[in-house]
């Protein structure tokens, strides 16, 4: 467990250098560009709608998985009760 934590250690102090050594300083800006309130305001209202709509989507896979064991535990009970009456060995 310790030799883990030290190759962790080792590995992310020699790895620092590089990353801290970037050709161009871009200020802070990052990959999308300059964010202004407008973007940071439709950003809100992304995640606002987003979780509804992620729990709704979430929600409606729950129940089909569960409408689909119930029908699944049906019959199987069904073919349970059935079973005297297939014959066989």
């Known amino acids: 467990m310790w030799r883990i934590a030290v190759l962790t250690v080792s590995f992310l102090a020699l ?10 300083h ?11 309130d407008k973007v940071v305001t439709y950003a809100g209202f992304i995640l606002i709608a987003g979780f509804p709509i992620l729990i709704l989507i979430l929600t409606l896979i729950q129940s089909a998985l569960d409408r689909r064991k119930d029908r699944r ?12 009456m297939r014959g066989g060995w």
């Open 73 to 84: 535990l049906a019959a199987a009970k069904a073919r349970k009760r059935r079973a005297d």
């Open 26 to 36: 871009d200020g802070g800006e990052g990959i999308y560009g300059p964010t202004d």
């Open 15 to 24: 790895s620092a250098p590089f990353a801290l050594a970037s050709e161009g």
